[in-house]
């Protein structure tokens, strides 16, 4: 009984001192990106990192760049050792995990914060799984055409805005000796369906791309067709990327921005982390740059779309032991516009910046006036519901893979469009059976 | 004192702690020394190969829950084209790799032999590219023969344009491209393998041929050959295996294409694990990969039980 008293006091100290400790608790978050430049990652730490934590004491963000990330991030996943906060390269990419129950519904923190009404509606919506938010879009992207502004000039070529303007600039960029356009798909096989999507996007009218993502029309169809036989007359038999597709097969990043750039090819049509890179290459000759959207491929002229596209999205870890604190991240990212635009500033606002309601007077000072005009008009036409879809983000993972790889075969004279498509249609048979396809706005 | 390597004979009891001692004290002495590589061999190679080969009979998409799905798998399988191509690819890759580097190496080494002056100066030149991982082998030679930038793009110039094309670039070039780049990485290390065996050949051997006629080509293809012949046998397993598991090379300088015209196994489960998401799939190509590099080990296997000096 004599020490009764004692042992008492001296756990109700013990506990007394714990509850003080918990209260003064720092939680780290831990986030992995797929930018592994330096130069990039000081910036996160300036424009992100610091102004999070500045908001939020008792929280430290840890960002960490990872090479080949989502190799990565896949082992960490199945491995338990996960970060809080996880950065895919789009919706198409997510499904699998949702599937498995790695990633945390949303729902609740963005009723509490109010997400929807932040997004875009349609960033918004690529998120959702059957009515469930599992991610918010990270950044926006879409596909357009780079040109060198200086050659066009000297040589008054006219910026082609639909089909015939295409073919008299290439033409006349044949005879020049000049490559008409210029990509390669060394680096990632992705870049096939970069080309699939533009001319996707700029043949068929919209109503039958969507019609075929949401499964009421067939890939099979005569439209898509002509599409990839449109694509495939201008890349395998008129020889128009990079001096002939053997070519295209063997260049890299460095290979055709450098023919851009030094007028040995006249346009490249790629996604709008372009802006990232034409400076770079730009900057080192005397020659300048601009943009434009991808010519309508049709032989009535339309106007041009932009596809939508999501680069990245953010999800919060199911297994983490901090989810609410990982959705104050993104609450703070989703509700401070111009932290977005500060952030996004570091990469030429090709990436970074979170599809939110911005007006152009939002954008600092001294940001490109040509990246300017892509976001102005990107989001005029969107407004008004003129845009089209991307494979990397409308297209689930298997059928992506499908679009982008198998082409070769076509372009190689090895498969017929019609056997290329039907193959296609099955693999988005299988998805729909699995029930991984990604919501089309 | 008492032996007790020696057995008791049965008219004498065994005390037990003796027996215990004999029995199962020291031989478990004796296997805790092995133990912890045991348990890392388990832990590394023994589950994951038998994980590996369950979940090729599941349709596990490397994330969520695997379904048993029997032999699906492998009737799609054999029913792959591209598979077939790949696995193509693969006889050809092995194929060319068992003459071409093996003839080099035999030849570099043999000439080498014969030099006395200088000669640790040729082995560490032809030694260096095996000292080179594949990202930089494959990085140059991908601009040694990029159509833009490689020799062939400069000899042009000067109106030599047998080599102005792209290699890795047509469906007919690029798999012997990447087989050429991969030789010249691969073959100085046979060079210096070959060199050793050789140098252990009794000198005698070829005082004897000599004295019996034999020509510089005689004594190398009966002297010399069969007295290495256990290295030639090891370096031919070698290259199968590493030419069936081939990936890097591959992946690095035209990742399969155009068109899978490069495609191996190894590059085709890879797609299949990380790109389509189907593990199951991916799982028995491994399955057909392991089979496929165990012939030749079972052929070797059984030789030599059978008294075979390879």
Redesign the interface.
């Known amino acids: 009984m004599k020490l009764l008293r004692p042992l008492i006091l001296i756990f109700v100290g013990l506990f007394m001192s714990g509850t003080v400790i918990a209260q003064d608790e720092v939680v780290t978050l831990t986030l992995w990106v797929e930018t592994t430049d330096q130069i990039q990652l000081d910036h996160l730490q300036q424009a992100l990192v610091q102004p999070f934590e500045a908001a939020h004491p008792n929280i430290r963000l840890e960002i960490s760049g990872q090479e080949q990330m989502q ?1 990565v991030l ?1 082992t960490a ?2 491995g338990g050792t996960a970060p809080d906060i996880l950065q895919t390269f789009g919706p198409s990419w997510n499904a ?2 949702i ?4 990633m945390e519904p949303l729902n609740d923190y963005a009723a509490q914060y109010g997400w929807e009404d932040e997004l875009l509606p349609w960033a918004y919506a690529t998120g959702t799984v059957s009515g469930t938010l599992y991610s918010i879009p990270l950044t926006y992207e879409s596909i357009i055409m780079f040109y060198n502004r200086t050659l066009f000039e000297e040589q008054g070529w006219t910026v082609p805005t639909n089909r015939a303007e295409l073919e008299a600039v290439a033409n006349a960029a044949l005879e020049q000796g000049i490559h008409p356009l210029s990509y390669g ?2 680096d ?2 992705f870049a096939n369906g970069h080309l699939i999507s533009a001319y996707l996007n700029n043949y068929v009218p919209r109503e039958d791309l969507r019609a075929a993502l949401v499964g009421e029309k067939q890939w099979t169809d005569p439209v898509f067709a002509e599409a990839i036989a449109l694509l495939t007359e201008d890349i395998a038999e008129k020889g128009w990327w990079s ?8 260049y890299e990043g460095a ?1 055709f921005w450098t023919e851009l750039a030094t007028g040995e090819a006249a346009m490249i049509i790629v996604g709008t982390w372009g802006f990232d890179s034409a400076p770079l290459y730009f900057d080192e000759t005397d020659n300048d740059w601009d943009w434009a959207p991808v010519p309508n491929m049709t032989e009535t002229p339309q106007p041009s779309v932009f596809p939508l596209a999501i680069g990245s999205t953010l999800a919060i870890n199911a297994n983490s032991q901090h989810k609410d604190e990982a959705a104050m991240m993104l609450n703070f990212l989703i509700s401070n516009p111009e932290v977005v635009l500060d952030i996004a500033s570091g990469f030429n606002f090709s990436e970074w910046l979170v599809p939110l309601h911005f007006e152009l007077d939002d954008f600092p000072e001294g940001v490109d006036p040509r990246v300017m005009r892509f976001h102005s008009e990107f989001a005029a036409a969107t407004g008004q519901g003129e845009y089209g879809y991307a494979n990397w983000t409308f297209w689930p ?2 059928a992506n ?1 499908h679009l982008r ?1 198998e082409i ?2 076509v ?2 004279g ?1 498969a017929t469009i019609e056997d290329y498509l039907a193959a296609h249609q099955a693999v988005w048979d299988d998805v729909r059976a699995s029930g991984n396809t990604i919501p089309v706005p | 004192m008492t032996d007790y390597t020696r057995a008791t004979p049965m008219s004498q009891p065994v005390p037990l702690g003796q027996w215990m001692m004999l029995h199962i004290i020291r031989p478990l002495g004796r296997w805790a020394f092995v133990l912890p590589l045991l348990i890392v061999n388990a832990v590394v190679i023994i589950i994951p190969s038998v994980s590996g080969i369950l979940y090729a009979f599941t349709d596990w998409n490397g994330i969520g829950d695997a379904n048993w799905v029997g032999l699906a798998n492998f009737q799609k399988l054999f029913q792959d084209p591209i598979f077939f191509q790949a696995f193509t690819n693969n006889v050809i890759y092995t194929s060319l790799f068992l003459i071409i580097p093996i003839f080099m190496g035999l030849l570099g080494a043999y000439l080498l032999a014969g030099i006395t002056h200088g000669q640790v100066i040729f082995r560490l030149i032809y030694f260096i590219p095996y000292m080179f991982s594949s990202v930089i082998n494959t990085q140059i030679w991908r601009y040694l023969l990029h159509p833009r930038y490689g020799i062939g793009a400069e000899l042009a110039k000067y109106g030599i344009t047998f080599l102005d094309f792209p290699i890795f670039g047509r469906r007919d070039t690029a798999l012997y491209g990447i087989v050429f780049v991969d030789g010249w990485h691969w073959w100085g290390f046979l060079v210096v393998l070959y060199l050793a065996a050789m140098t252990q050949v009794d000198k005698e051997l070829y005082e004897v041929a000599r004295l019996d006629g034999a020509t510089r080509f005689q004594q190398f293809r009966f002297v010399t050959l069969p007295s290495i012949r256990p290295t030639l046998i090891f370096t031919m397993l070698i290259i199968f295996i590493g030419t069936t598991l081939v990936f890097d090379h591959v992946y690095i300088l035209t990742g399969g294409g155009p068109a899978h015209a490069s495609e191996v196994m190894a590059t085709y489960l890879y797609t299949q694990a990380f790109q389509n998401f189907d593990v199951g799939y991916a799982a028995s190509i491994g399955v057909m990969l392991a089979l496929w590099v165990s012939v030749p080990l079972s052929i070797f296997y059984i030789l030599r039980r059978r008294g075979w000096e390879i």
């Open positions: 190799d896949r996943i199945l699998e995990y599937a498995g129950g790695f798909n060394r990632a096989v001096g002939g597709l053997e070519n295209y097969y063997q290979d993972g298997p893979n790889v070769e075969g372009w190689e090895l």
